[in-house]
């Protein structure tokens, strides 16, 4: 359901807040969690003692998949390549 969606999304975001990370979002994706975060903390996040400690978090907050959006975070990704339709 839509909440339980929300519920790993909020756990998995809390989890990397407790990592440090002050600009962040999860995107869900079913079992996949498409991790943004603030363009200057995305070397951080790739560092060998960080990467396997957020992969653990976002998993135990039930993801099966975990990714990095390389392209950091920014306002209205979920909607990228999305096309309205006229009315």
Known sequence: ????????????????RELGFRVC?????ETLARIEIGQDELARALGPDV???IVEAVRAAGFQHVTLDLQGYRTGSLNEGVRLQPV
């Open 1 to 16: 359901t839509s909440l339980k969606k929300a519920e790993r999304r909020e756990r998995a975001e809390t989890a990397l």
């Open 25 to 29: 979002r999860v995107r869900h994706h």
């Open 51 to 53: 990467r396997p400690r």
